[in-house]
């Protein structure tokens, strides 16, 4: 028996990224969602609603922190952040926003879909 693809929202604003995530995705038998910045990655989840988000932190109009803050404040849907940010303080703010993950760039194609498995069961 077939089973639907979990619906996956990627909020990035590097378009070459977003194309590889979603090709990552896609072979993971995930369904993918792009947006390219914050505001237009809220409009896809009140949309979509998808099975997690993945966040990046530094974009323009709405950053990924606020994302993360709205989000939290209307569902518990899974979020891992992505970044080239890696201190300590870095991940510790976006675990304390709410995400239930943070990845820092380059992000290898089994560590993420290896991450997304785990936290979607």
């Known amino acids: 028996m077939e089973t639907t693809p979990k619906k996956i ?3 990035d604003d590097d378009p070459m990224l977003l194309g590889l995530i979603e090709a990552i995705l896609k072979r993971g038998n995930y369904e993918p969602y792009l947006a390219p910045d ?11 609603e998808p099975h997690l988000v993945l966040l990046d932190v530094m974009m ?5 922190w606020e994302v993360c803050r709205r989000i939290r404040t209307v569902s518990t849907t899974p979020i891992v952040m992505i970044s080239a940010r890696s201190s300590d303080s870095d ?5 304390q926003a709410g995400a239930n ?11 993420l879909l290896k991450t997304i498995s785990a936290i979607l069961g």
Request: charged share 25%.
């Open 9 to 11: 929202l990627v909020v």
């Open 38 to 48: 914050g505001l237009e990655g809220m409009r896809l989840f009140e949309e979509v």
């Open 60 to 64: 323009p109009n709405l950053d990924g």
């Open 91 to 95: 991940i510790r703010r976006a675990l």
């Open 101 to 111: 993950d943070y990845l820092v760039k380059p992000v290898y194609p089994n560590q």
